[in-house]
Every structure is written in C-alpha cells, then in structure tokens.
C-alpha cells in the first residue's frame, strides 16, 4: 500500500516563497510519475507540476512556470514543489499523487493517478 504525506504548507505573504514535501511510504517510489495538484475552495482540483520517475521530464501549469519547480529525490523517496513569487490566487489545499508508470508524458488528470495525499494548505496573503 502506498501512502503519500504533504508537509509544509502554512499562511505565507504575498511574493515570498514556501516549499512544499511529498513523502512516500510503499512501493517503488523511483517508477511512479509524481504529480502535486491543487483545490481552492468552490474550485475543481487542478494539476500544477508533474515530474517522471527519474526527474527527466518535469511539466508545470502554465499559471506557475517560472515561479515554482518541482523536484525529487527517490534516495528519500521525497518530492517536493518549491513556490517562489506566490500569489493571492495560489491559495489552496495542496495534494501530491502517484502513479506508477515509466511514460515521460505529462500526467495532468485526476483519474490518472492511483495514489493521493491528503493535501496541505497553502494561503497567501495580500
């Protein structure tokens, strides 16, 4: 059974920087294709970042490129997502997910992944 823990979101002003963790316990952390999404309040969740089982490939929402990356260390068996320049409008629970594939390609649906977080909750102040 693979089990994901966020860490690291909190209440942050507007223009600074959080970096957000995804430890996985379970499975073969380096064959999964990691993706972190979010979910503002009233909003459906939405893909932000996705990175390929050996970091070769690495994807953003085009609202974050430029301002966050998205990393892992499969030694930890860690992913993280740090946001630099954050906006009022990156507010939100923040989910991590897993899917256990070697494709390269972007994963940016939900029901693409077999494995989910639950969620860490990033707010920006303006």
């Known amino acids: 059974q693979v089990q994901l823990v966020e860490s690291g979101g909190g209440l942050v002003q507007a223009g600074g920087s959080v970096r957000l963790s995804c430890a996985a316990s379970?499975?073969?952390?380096?064959?999964?294709?990691m993706g972190w999404f979010r979910q503002a309040p009233g909003k459906e969740r939405e893909f932000v970042a996705g990175?390929?089982?050996?970091?070769?490939?690495?994807d953003y929402t085009d609202s974050v490129k430029g301002r966050f990356t998205i990393s892992r260390d499969n030694a930890k068996k860690t992913v993280y997502l740090q946001m630099n320049s954050l906006k009022p409008e990156d507010t939100a629970i923040y989910y991590c997910?897993?899917?256990?594939?070697?494709?390269?390609?972007?994963?940016?649906?939900?029901?693409?992944?077999?494995?989910w977080g639950q969620g860490t909750q990033v707010t920006v102040s303006s």
């Open positions: 379970g499975g073969t952390f380096s064959s999964f294709y």
């Open positions: 990175i390929s089982w050996s970091g070769g490939s690495r």
């Open positions: 997910a897993a899917k256990s594939t070697f494709r390269r390609m972007a994963l940016v649906g939900t029901n693409e992944y077999a494995y």
